[in-house]
């Protein structure tokens, strides 16, 4: 379980494939405060800790992980978001994120507010009943919280420091990001289905 709230990032320095599989060396200024098996949300995905050295530690993706989050698309240099998993004892700053990425969604505007910026991004239409007005979001595993709702777009709105030390600030109207939608809401939607 994660918090959505980015912890560092890492920089993307190797992209090896075999089979359907994708495996990252990531270097990172936490790499070393890392073990194998550890959970490591990645741009809100999780994914395990394979080894770890000096500076930097690997990861792989699966087929399922990469058909259902933009993890594919990775390249080396890339720059992605970091969080390690909450401890029981922790607290939780932002809202439960289980780093289960539901899809993937297009940047449609990026707005300089003059000392905030605001994002208005476009999601498939099958999920519009897993979004509320001012309701929490996870976008490429960043807690924000999302307005002025539509069937198939809303809009978040990133602080300064939010900007400076994630990847949100390298989003342009065309990139793609990944969303996980609030658990609880899930949840719900599917108790209103059964019925």
């Not at 060396?25 to 394979?50: F, M, P």
């Not at 990139?175 to 599917?190: P, T």
Request: with cysteine.
């Amino acid at each position: 379980m994660f918090t959505g709230i980015i912890e560092s990032t890492g920089n993307i320095s190797s992209v090896s494939i075999k089979g359907s599989n994708k495996t990252f060396r990531i270097s990172s200024g936490i790499a070393s405060q890392l073990k194998v098996d550890q959970s490591l949300s990645h741009d809100g995905v999780c994914l395990t800790v394979e080894s770890v050295e000096e500076g930097s530690y690997q990861v792989t993706a699966i087929a399922e992980t990469l058909e259902k989050s933009n993890l594919g698309s990775w390249r080396e240099g890339d720059r992605v978001n970091l969080e390690r998993c909450l401890p029981l004892n922790g607290r939780l700053d932002g809202h439960m994120v289980q780093g289960h990425v539901d899809t993937t969604a297009v940047c449609l505007e990026r707005i300089n507010r003059q000392g905030s910026w605001e994002f208005r991004i476009e999601f498939p239409v099958s999920f519009r009943s897993l979004i509320i007005e001012k309701g929490s979001i996870a976008v490429n595993g960043i807690s924000l919280t999302c307005f002025d709702v539509s069937d198939n777009a809303f809009s978040v709105a990133i602080i300064p420091y939010t900007f400076e030390n994630t990847n949100i600030r390298e989003l342009s109207p065309g990139s793609i990001v990944n969303i996980e939608f609030d658990l609880i809401g899930k949840y719900v939607a599917r108790m209103m289905t059964i019925r």
